[in-house]
């Protein structure tokens, strides 16, 4: 009997740490509005590196920086819990049109091919109701 209850007990404790495990670092501790604003600061800084490399026409470097404001209202938003799914859909849109025409290359470019995965990751997690009003 006592054994059995042990096992029980076992069995709750690593449930429960589990649960709390998924919770923290599952699609609503990933996309808490803290944490987007840090993945809006790591699209950020990928950008300014591909300046550095990428030689962008004048429309193309006013593009990714109104990306970058896009962005940044995203992030914003969604602090005051509004996820403005228009904002990132154009923002992913117009990173993705930079890298597609200017045929990018590097780790600035795969970097940024990652930026804009996460950031459709975090759309696919609202789509899926795993984040935002429940």
Known sequence: MRQMLRGLLCGLILMSWAATGHAQNGPEGRYRPEAVAGIIDHVHQDLTRGYAVWHLGKGDRDRLNHTERQLRDFANHWQHGKFD???????????????????????????????????????EAYDRHEIGSK
């Open 85 to 123: 799914r228009a904002n990132l859909n154009s923002a992913m849109g117009d990173i993705q049109k930079v890298i597609d025409d200017n045929h990018l290359s590097g780790r600035e470019r795969d970097a940024l091919w990652n930026d804009v995965e996460e950031l459709r990751r975090m759309r």
